[in-house]
C-alpha cells in the first residue's frame, strides 16, 4: 500500500537549516506530483510547495521563496525539502502529498520547531 513517511524534522536555532526527507512506496514515484505542506500550531495546514514529476520544475508560497528548495530523487523515490534561514514562524509539522492518477495521500508529518 501506499507510504509516505516523512524524517529530518527536530528543533533548530533561528537562521539555521533543516533538511527533511519524505520516503515513498507503494506507487510509481516518478509519475506523481510531490508536495510539501506544513501546520503551525492553531492553524490551518497550508501549501509549501511542490515540485513536479521528473523534477524539472517547482513552485512555492510566497512566505518560503528564496529559503526552502524541494528536490526528488526518483530513483530513491524521495523527495526533499531544504530549508535555509528559518525563522519561528516556520514552526509546524511538515507532511509531505503525492498526487497522482490514484489519488491524493498524505504522509503523517514531522515536527519542526524554530526557536532560540
Known amino acids: 500500500q501506499v507510504q509516505l513517511v516523512e524524517s529530518g524534522g527536530g528543533l533548530v536555532q533561528p537562521g539555521g537549516s533543516l533538511r527533511l526527507s519524505c520516503s515513498a512506496s507503494g506507487f510509481i514515484f516518478s509519475g506523481a506530483l510531490m508536495s510539501w505542506y506544513r501546520q503551525g500550531p492553531g492553524t490551518e495546514r497550508e501549501w509549501v510547495g511542490h515540485i513536479y514529476p521528473n523534477g524539472a520544475s517547482s513552485k512555492y508560497a510566497d512566505s518560503v521563496k528564496g529559503r526552502f528548495t524541494i528536490s526528488r530523487d526518483n530513483a530513491k523515490s524521495a523527495v526533499y525539502l531544504q530549508m535555509n534561514n528559518l525563522q519561528p514562524d516556520d514552526t509546524a509539522v511538515y507532511f509531505c502529498?503525492?498526487?497522482?492518477?490514484?489519488?491524493?495521500?498524505w504522509g503523517r508529518g514531522t515536527q519542526v520547531t524554530v526557536s532560540s
Open positions: 502529498k503525492k498526487t497522482d492518477s490514484g489519488g491524493i495521500y
